[in-house]
């Protein structure tokens, strides 16, 4: 089994995105140690590359979300969980 660091970050952003688009049809990705993992990883390379990943639309920018519109937007039935 390889590392994240091993893979090519196009590729677990690519995988990022799609994940993260099914949240909401499959909580259980909620969940998943992979998918935190993954997302930890992101985040901090992110930030050692400049990026606030708290604004959103950076983030989204970083992770290659071209045009990606505002949460609220995107989701209007967002909700913030504790």
Not at 19 to 35: C, T, V
Not at 47 to 76: F, K
Request: negative net charge; proline residues 4%.
């Amino acid at each position: 089994m390889q590392a994240l660091t091993t893979y090519p970050l196009s590729e677990l952003k690519l995988i990022y995105r799609v994940l993260h688009g099914q949240i909401r049809q499959h909580l259980d990705l909620m969940d998943s140690q992979l998918f935190h993992d993954l997302q930890l990883y992101l985040q901090q390379t992110a930030q050692t590359q400049g990026v606030d990943v708290g604004d959103h639309g950076a983030w989204d920018s970083w992770l290659g979300n071209i045009n990606a519109p505002a949460c609220a937007i995107r989701n209007p039935q967002r909700e913030t969980w504790n």
